[in-house]
């Protein structure tokens, strides 16, 4: 079914292509097939990236379904295939085919776990303490294995939901790495021991409290 959608709505979008900007009006909805987008806001005239987006990942739904301007921009960062959807053919999908309505509904509950995560942060002030809690909530849906719990995240993922600086996230990982707190693989993050991380966290805010004495 997918494979047969990508081949009657997938273009090609050269990196650098901007899909939409903030307050347009939302008339499609896009699915990635390939390559990588940025969803991003501009605040004081700086660029807040919101989301980096993959393989699979989709976007622009929600135009469709509040009927209301984008609230924020997007832009093809790696050259994309992507499945454009306008609103008669997204309303077909979803009355015709319970699995993508399906799948649209726990992505979108994700989405709002997310969003919940990337508020939190906004109330912590130290770094570390931002990087541990997000390691944290994402370790509860993460991959349990046997050495711990494997997260499919990145240095570029954390930098975006924790809103710290790359070279900052990158600092934070390696030092949990060295402490042997994480481990860091080709394609995600092995959290060792969530108490351990959880004792460090309170480590940390002991600290911060009494230094404030």
């Not at 209301?68 to 979803?94: C, G, L, Q, W």
């Amino acid at each position: 079914m997918e494979e047969e959608l990508f081949k009657r709505f997938g273009k090609l979008f050269p990196k650098g292509t901007i899909l939409f900007r903030e307050g347009d009006t939302g008339e499609e909805m896009y699915i990635i097939n390939n390559g990588k987008v940025k969803i991003f806001k501009e605040i004081g005239g700086v660029e807040k990236i919101l989301a980096l987006l993959g393989q699979s990942d989709f976007f622009g739904e929600m135009s469709l379904l509040n009927k209301k301007p984008r609230s924020a921009s997007a832009e093809v960062v790696e050259d994309a295939k992507i499945m454009v959807i306008n609103n008669s053919t997204f309303d077909t999908m979803m009355r015709s085919n319970a699995e993508i309505a399906i799948r649209i509904i726990r992505i979108l509950a994700k989405r709002l776990e997310d969003a919940d995560v990337q508020i939190a942060n906004l109330m912590i002030k130290d770094s570390n303490q931002r990087i541990i809690v997000t390691l944290l909530k994402l370790s509860e849906s993460g991959t349990k294995i046997d050495t711990g719990i494997f997260l499919k995240t990145d240095v570029e993922k954390l930098s975006v939901t924790t809103g710290l600086e790359k070279n900052k996230v990158n600092e934070i990982i390696e030092k949990l790495a060295k402490n042997r707190l994480i481990e860091l693989t080709n394609n995600g993050i092995l959290v060792r021991n969530t108490d351990n991380l959880k004792k460090y966290l309170d480590y940390l805010v002991m600290k911060e409290q009494f230094e404030g004495m």
